[in-house]
C-alpha cells in the first residue's frame, strides 16, 4: 500500500499540528528555561497563549513548505493536529477542569484527519479535500455545535455530572471501537469503498463479503453510528445521546436503503445472497429486500 503525496502532506501536517502538545514537555522543563527569551516565557505562562502562538506559527511554516493545492491539503491537517495536540494539553493538565471536553477532542480531530489518511492510502483516485468530511453538511456540524452547547450549558448549571469519569471513559471506548470498525471497512473495502454513494457500477467495483464485511454488511456505518454515539457518552450528554442515536439510526436507514438498491442493481443475486447470509450490523434495519 504505497501513500500519494497528498497523503503525505496530511500526514505531515498533522504530526506539526499536533506538537502543539510539547507545551507539555516545554511547560515542565520551565525552571530549566531562565536562559530562554523573556517573551517566549511569557507565551510558556498560559498554555492558551502558546496554543495560538503554535497555531499562528505553524501555519506560517505550512506556508513556506507547501504550494497550490497542496497547501489546502497541509492547512486541514494542520488544524486536525493542532486540535488533536491542545486536546491532548487539555486532558493532560486538566485545563480548566475540561478534562472530558479534551478527550471529545481529540477524538473528533482524529477522526477527521484519518478519514482523509485512510482514504489517501487505500482509495487514493477519491482523494479530494472533501475527504476530511470537515465539510460534511450543515446538519453535521449543527449537530456538533448543539453537542457543545450541551456540554457547557450542563457544566455550568450541573457541574458534578460532568465528572463521572466512568461514564465518559465508556464513551471514549465506544468511540475508539467505532473508529477502529469505521477504518478497518475502507482498508478492506479499499477502491471499492468511496464516500458518496456510487449509482452506477464503476468499472473494476467488486462486492466486497470479507473481513469485517463478513461480521455486518455495513460495517463502516456501524463503526460511524457507535462513534456518533460514543462521542455524547464521552461528553456525558444526555439530551444528545438520543438525540444523535435517533438521528443517526434514520439517516443510516435511509442510506442502506438507497445504497442496497444500487447494489442490487450492481451485483444481482450475488448481493441478495449477501444478504441473506450477513445482517447490516445496525439494531433493527433490514436493509432494501427486494422480498419485501
Ligand atoms: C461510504 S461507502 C459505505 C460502504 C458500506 N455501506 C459500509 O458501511 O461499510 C459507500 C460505497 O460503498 C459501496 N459498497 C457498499 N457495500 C459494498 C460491498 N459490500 N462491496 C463493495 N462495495 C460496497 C457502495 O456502492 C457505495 O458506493
Known amino acids: 500500500m ?39 516565557l511569557w507565551i510558556l505562562s498560559n498554555s492558551w497563549i502558546y496554543i495560538l ?33 491542545s486536546g491532548l494539553v487539555i486532558v493532560a493538565l486538566d485545563l ?43 446538519a453535521y456540524w449543527l449537530a456538533g455545535s448543539a453537542s457543545w452547547a450541551e456540554y457547557f450549558l450542563e457544566l455550568w448549571l450541573f457541574p458534578p455530572i460532568k465528572s463521572l469519569w466512568y461514564v465518559a471513559a465508556a464513551g471514549a471506548t465506544i468511540c475508539i471501537l467505532g473508529e477502529i470498525t469505521r ?25 466486497v463479503t470479507h473481513g469485517v464485511y463478513g461480521w455486518f454488511r455495513h460495517p463502516s456505518y456501524v463503526g460511524w453510528f457507535w462513534w456518533s454515539v460514543g462521542t455524547q457518552i464521552l461528553l456525558i450528554n444526555p439530551v444528545c445521546a438520543v438525540l444523535y ?15 442496497e438498491m444500487t447494489l442490487i442493481s450492481f451485483f444481482g443475486q450475488e448481493y441478495i445472497d449477501y444478504q441473506k447470509r450477513v445482517g447490516t450490523g445496525l439494531p433493527f434495519i433490514k436493509g432494501y429486500l427486494l422480498q419485501d
Not at 531562565?34 to 517566549?40: C, E, L
Not at 513548505?65 to 489546502?72: G, V
Not at 442515536?245 to 445504497?259: H, M
Request: charged content about 10%.
Open 245 to 259: 442515536a435517533v438521528t443517526s439510526w434514520l439517516f443510516f436507514k435511509e442510506r442502506i436503503t438507497f445504497e
Open 2 to 40: 504505497s501513500l500519494i503525496r497528498n497523503g503525505q502532506v496530511s500526514l505531515q501536517s498533522f504530526i506539526l499540528g499536533s506538537f502543539v502538545s510539547s507545551y507539555l514537555l516545554l511547560s515542565a522543563l520551565h525552571l530549566w528555561l531562565t536562559a530562554a527569551p523573556q517573551w517566549f
Open 96 to 138: 480548566h477542569g475540561l478534562r472530558i471536553f479534551g478527550g471529545y477532542v481529540m477524538v473528533l480531530a482524529f477522526f477527521h484527519f484519518s478519514e482523509y489518511f485512510i482514504t489517501a492510502a487505500t482509495n487514493p483516485t477519491t482523494l479530494s479535500l472533501d475527504s476530511y468530511l470537515l465539510n460534511h453538511s450543515w
Open 183 to 207: 477504518k478497518l471497512s475502507m482498508i478492506t473495502a479499499q477502491k471499492n469503498f468511496n464516500h458518496l454513494v456510487q449509482v452506477r457500477r464503476q468499472s473494476g467495483h467488486k462486492l
Open 53 to 85: 502562538a503554535y497555531f499562528i506559527l505553524s501555519n506560517i511554516i505550512i506556508r513556506l513548505l507547501y504550494w497550490d493545492d497542496e497547501w489546502m491539503v497541509a492547512v486541514c491537517g494542520n488544524l486536525t493536529g493542532v486540535a488533536f495536540g
